[in-house]
T-cell receptor, first 110, second 113 residues
Framework: GENVEQHPSTLSVQEGDSAVIKCTYSDSASNYFPWYKQELGKRPQLIIDIRSNVGEKKDQRIAVTLNKTAKHFSLHITETQPEDSAVYFCAASGSYQLTFGKGTKLSVIP | DAMVIQNPRYQVTQFGKPVTLSCSQTLNHNVMYWYQQKSSQAPKLLFHYYDKDFNNEADTPDNFQSRRPNTSFCFLDIRSPGLGDAAMYLC????????????FGPGTRLTVT
């Protein structure tokens, strides 16, 4: 089955700096890669996703890159704000189910 | 607004006392999922339904069962809850499966005393 590794597990940045979270996956058949943000006690919410026919996608301060050859994808958050503080999960899917990474706890220090 | 609804939001049960968690959706999605999420961990898939076709994850304990009586509703039954089953239970839906966004409900926080 699919295996997704996510790094780092915790990340602290100063407000206004950039944050980068990286994931690798094992199943070359995976073709959908979402990123979820989860605040404490709340549901995971999709913040951006990318499909395998695209190498990069951007939405305002958030961008995701995908390298299918190397089987890794990354989340980039620019101009971080305190409200970006949360746990971020990457995931990979090739069929019905998502396989999640273990999560990155991002803290943005004002 | 179309959404995924879970009831109750908080559930307290006694060790060994059966409990049922419910999920409903107004998105008319074909796929419904149940996840278990423990503190500081990723969501762990327990089951999913594609329409009425049930799919059980290999490592989901027999203590957990699920029902989907119609498109809109899905239930998670825990037959004999143990202390280790205390967790957030998340229901999610997806239009047709892996290539589409999964929409999560707000979750049910289960406490076992």
């Amino acid at each position: 089955g699919e295996n997704v590794e996510q790094h780092p597990s915790t990340l602290s940045v100063q407000e206004g700096d950039s944050a980068v979270i990286k994931c690798t996956y094992s199943d070359s058949a995976s073709n959908y890669f979402p990123w979820y943000k989860q605040e404490l006690g709340k549901r995971p919410q999709l913040i951006i996703d990318i499909r395998s026919n695209v190498g990069e996608k951007k939405d305002q301060r958030i961008a995701v890159t995908l390298n299918k050859t190397a089987k890794h994808f990354s989340l980039h958050i620019t101009e971080t704000q305190p409200e970006d503080s949360a746990v971020y999960f990457c995931a990979a899917s090739g069929s019905y189910q998502l396989t999640f990474g273990k999560g990155t706890k991002l803290s943005v220090i004002p | 607004d179309a959404m995924v609804i879970q009831n109750p939001r908080y559930q307290v049960t006694q060790f060994g006392k059966p409990v049922t968690l419910s999920c409903s959706q107004t998105l008319n999605h074909n796929v419904m999922y149940w996840y278990q999420q423990k503190s500081s961990q990723a969501p762990k898939l327990l089951f999913h339904y594609y329409d009425k076709d049930f799919n059980n994850e290999a490592d989901t304990p027999d203590n957990f069962q699920s029902r989907r009586p119609n498109t809109s509703f899905c239930f998670l039954d825990i037959r004999s809850p143990g202390l280790g089953d205390a967790a957030m239970y998340l229901c999610a839906t997806s239009l047709t499966g892996g290539h589409y966004e999964q929409y999560f409900g707000p979750g049910t926080r289960l406490t076992v005393t």
